[in-house]
């Protein structure tokens, strides 16, 4: 029976107190007997008193967390890909502590008190207030404080969600929910680092309501987004760029003449590849993204709007396809279609969940991986990044 039990480490001897579920079983920690001496103290004041549930292994030290990134990869392959696989490769990030440019936060509202900050990971409908964030920029957390102190300028909604985010532009405030909100050019005033404050009321589209881009001041009405860099940045700079880096260099290698960039957001794979004279078809449902795409890519290139598995067909043959999904992976149509399609020289996988790389891999059984690598995009997390290439079989 598989038990998972969070914050332990491997080596541990706990006692625990365990729900069965059918053929696994979840766990919580009461004691620990013997700790395992991959075990760290964690720093963050919020990891061990609140429980916080945004860092996952920050109790493990960091090589053995690159470890424990390695085993998961490696174990999704074999057992959900059904692909035997050698130990798998973690590159390191730049840096393991304040490299997320990003923090999004609940808000809720006691009364006449702003709560902001994070969910235990043990009760996600419950939030504790935020004093520190260690894998964040510290410039994030100091414009969230200046956000907190100005609290009285945000709508009174039961549930919020807000989002602060740095960019090449300045930063950037995102706040999801509410009905009414008339007093964000103030909340801007009194945040004077932010560049741009958007606003997503409930079940409606996000809205540009100060811009200091353009006019230095501020909007006085509702503006569309224009630019997809507030939805397609990675958290990571430092580790982007790597892994961006490594992925052009895996596509290039086969030489390609013709390429599709499926998932392809902001477009920063397919201008590169296009930019140094391959015909690029980047695919990408966000139509305000493709179209800024379509503006940057040179001739004979363009960006297709619409879900993969509604155009990869028509967009296909191609020398290279790169597949960059969301978390839940390509539909199975995708690999269908790559199953059944004269094939191309290398599927390029980039994918932020293993489990569902390993699934798509095992349905695409006319190609074998050439080459794995992951990269530590999210230190302190769970998370990890693996880019898997694939070729012909009979390559």
């Known amino acids: 029976m598989a038990v998972f039990i969070p914050r332990t480490a491997p080596g541990d001897t706990v006692d625990a107190r365990l729900e069965v579920r059918g053929r696994f079983a979840r766990g919580a920690v009461l004691s ?27 109790h493990l030290g960091y090589d053995a967390q690159l470890s424990a990134k390695s085993r998961i990869v490696r174990d999704a392959m074999q057992r959900i890909g059904k692909r035997s696989v050698d130990a798998v490769d973690v590159r390191p990030s730049p840096a393991p502590w304040a490299y997320r440019t990003k923090l999004t936060l609940a808000l809720r509202w006691r009364g006449d008190r702003l709560i902001a900050g994070l969910h235990p990971f ?45 960019t090449t532009d300045g930063a950037s405030f995102v706040l999801e929910g509410g009905s009414q909100w008339s007093t964000a050019e103030a909340l801007a005033k009194r945040v004077p680092a932010l560049s741009t404050v958007w606003w997503e009321p409930g079940g409606q589209r996000r809205r540009l309501l100060v811009d200091r ?56 794979t397919a201008i590169a590849l296009a930019g140094a004279g391959m015909r690029v078809t980047a695919i990408e449902l966000d139509g305000a993204a493709a179209r800024w795409v379509a503006a940057h890519l040179p001739p004979g290139s363009r960006a297709v709007v619409g879900r993969v598995e509604d155009v990869i067909g028509d967009a296909l043959p191609a020398d290279v396809v790169i597949l960059n999904p969301p978390r839940a992976g390509v539909d199975e149509r995708v690999t269908s279609v790559l199953q059944e399609a004269t094939p191309p020289r290398a599927i390029v996988y980039v994918s932020c969940n293993p489990a569902t790389l390993a699934r798509d891999v095992q349905r695409l059984s006319r190609y074998r991986i050439a080459s794995m690598l992951s990269f530590d995009m999210f230190p302190q997390t769970a998370h990890v990044e693996t880019v898997c290439e694939l070729v012909p079989e009979a390559a």
């Open 32 to 58: 620990i007997v013997e700790p395992s001496p991959e075990r760290v103290d964690p720093p963050c004041v919020h990891y061990t008193r609140d429980r916080c549930g945004g860092c996952q292994i920050q």
């Open 122 to 166: 043990d009760r996600p409908d419950a939030v504790f207030q935020l004093e520190e964030c260690l894998i964040t920029d510290d410039r994030v957390v100091a414009i969230w404080k200046q956000i907190f102190a100005a609290a009285s300028l945000l709508p009174r909604a039961a549930q919020l969600r807000g989002a602060v985010r740095l």
């Open 213 to 268: 881009r353009r006019d230095g001041v501020g909007a006085s009405e509702a503006h569309d987004a224009k630019s997809p860099d507030a939805s397609f940045t990675q958290v990571n700079a430092a580790g982007a760029e790597q892994l961006h880096a490594y992925v052009i260099g895996v596509a290039r290698a086969h030489a390609p003449a013709v390429v599709i960039d499926a998932y392809a957001g902001a477009g920063a």
